[in-house]
């Protein structure tokens, strides 16, 4: 076992990806068998000790901590292949390299007619980018497990009471962890992937997964409506996904992305370059659907219906940050135009978002509208041609994202499912470590000197600049983040701030509690994280991180358009300036009570409530598609149904009439109705008419025969 | 003594099948129609022996295929005589015209 791994190392990664699943797949089995020996377990003696060893009346906790072991030893797996891939990089050729960490075996073949035959394939390939994100992907999901047996733990309870949904209910512990694993596979699977079609499977797969979690209390009304508006708008972007692979497979033939991309890189691409553009908005489009992109964005703020510890594995650190990693794996098939679509986008979104995120109140909100914005900064670095730094962001801000959300999940829990900050207050002498652990996240995503976030956003601004001073009709795409650098800042200390500095404004953060170690420990160890995971030497260069060095390294060749820094530094001195007055403007604000914010609401007016109603999206698209949409299905049904009494119901059940759909049913089903009743004299039950049927059936059909025969 | 030939034996094949089809067609008697049954299916017999004897190429086939019907025969009255028990058991005769429970 130990030697067929390690001749071949990359299939570390296929059993580290299969981990979960099996994870996921026993606590399927254990569920399901309770469930059904559950009727029996009066009865049967076998039923009984069944029912009673997988738990009885209670959920397992033993599965989640199955869930746990098999997450914690496929990021041993994921560590161990990063060290050993970083290891033979630097010793064996590139051919060798090819063998020990790309693989795919034939999936399905497609027949085409007269061209070669077109196959299917499932396959994986490591390079340095899928070693990183599946490594960050591994541990930083293992940790939020951990947190999970801690913050799902009134879950085991046999009867659970949900409070907003007014109910009680059995606890589900062993499904979330169950969902989680599935979750994970499949996220991992979307990682290693080395062709497009596989990497649309995982992304639907985790996509599904996004809908059951965020619909995990699906009694209430509120997470119900999250869930559907998630998936719904998720199908957006994936429509302009299917496009851009129908495009692909009929000009390549062939999903797999290196060889797209160096049939790109040749003399003579097979494809035409209006086409190319149509595949790269098309595959684009599901990015912005999946990462939460300007226009899609709005489904993720709903995703926090959610339980916590999913708002930080799949809407914070991993699954939206899905769109860029495909960004980036496909980045040489993005013409200009397309990146520069990319760009804008990103730069609208984080803009946006930041704005939305200076005023809400709800500590979850104020953390997706952040992790939206960053999201828009990792696009636009893409979009300028900035990989490495997106891409670096990209790793570091899921780890303080992370740590940020399971923090406001510690919150949460110690203040009872309190989630306002208006009512939250003096945190930090009640629960300390989660206080001091939130602030280091909060100084990472500032952009603090030293703090992970600074070197990828430094490198971010920097590849902007270069860009805007090469392009000077784009400047506006370094005038957008640097302004968001600032608001950035603001809104994150305005939260810490609120929530953690000052006096108790309600009763339930006067009796707030520290959490539990199983929810401290992942905190403190992402906090570490947060800190030094882009360091590199010398310390005060952003750009001698030896994460961004060892990303570098996947640079999917030379030749495309990559970014140039600015080489006078100054963007890193403005940023760091603006996140300056960002934070000083938070203390003086919420922090010295020095500035009154109530002062400045009232001034704002308009603008305040603009922000606070989130831009009026949801309003606008509500108008817009929703409504029409329900308008249109309202419609449809009176074409099918009139309203009729009840006493006359039958009647009109059986009425005739084609010049309505419903009436030519009808006619449809009265008709096969009266020939059945006709048919049905034909079974007597007289053995003797069957046979003579049969002999006269058997005569005439020799004689149809003969006539047929003798007449030829 | 001279050879038949194949026609005579598809003549006494043709002949039992009528036979046995009229019983089926006419009797009421469940036995009376098993008894048609099998005279079909021996009709059948003779013909698959006639023709392993007189068509070359048919030599084995129709040797095996007339073993196999006999096999089939004795399960087929197995089977039938069981449910003709049964039959008079739940109704104390064997008309096969009271068997008319199920029709439409």
New interface residues.
Partial sequence: MVSWLLATPGRLYVVATLLPLAACALLLVGGCLRGVCRPYRESHPIARFLYFFLGGHRPLRSGAYLATGAMALSAALAIFGLVRYLDEYQTLSPLEMHQHWVESTTWAKVETSGATAMTLEIGYRVDHLTALMFAMVAFVSTMIFVFSIGYMADETEELHEDHEAHITRPGRFGRFFLYLSLFCFSMLNLVIADNLFQVFISWELVGVCSFFLIGFYHERPSAAFAANKAFIVNRVGDAGFLIGLAIIWSQFGTFNIERIISDLAGGDPPISHGLLVAAGIGLFLGCVGKSAQFPLHTWLPDAMEGPTPVSALIHAATMVAAGVYLVGRCFPIFTPEVRLIIAYTGGITLFLAATIALVQTDIKRVLAYSTVSQLGFMMLALGVGGWVAGLLHLLTHAFFKALLFLGSGSVILGCHHEQDLMNMGGLRRRMPVTAYTMLIGVLAISGTPFLSGWYSKDMILSNAMGFGLQNREHMVLFILPLLTAGMTAFYMFRLWFLAFAGEPRGLEAEHAHESPGVMTVPLIVLAVFSVCVAWGWPLWDPHASYLGHLLEKALPGPAHGLAIDDSTHSSGWLALVVAASGFGLALLMYGTRTIDPTVWKARAGALYTFLREKWHFDELYDAVFVRPAVALGYGTARFDKRAVPPEQADAADRAVNVSSLDGVLNALGLGTMFFGAR??????????RY??VL?AAAVALVAVLVVVYVGS | MTELGLTPYLCLGAFLFACGLLCIATKRNAVGILMGVELVLNAANVNFVACARFVPSFALEGQVFALLVIVLAAGEAAIALAIILNFYNNHATVDVDRADELKG
């Fill in positions: 048919l049905r004299g034909a079974q007597s039950g007289l053995i003797r046979v003579t002999m």
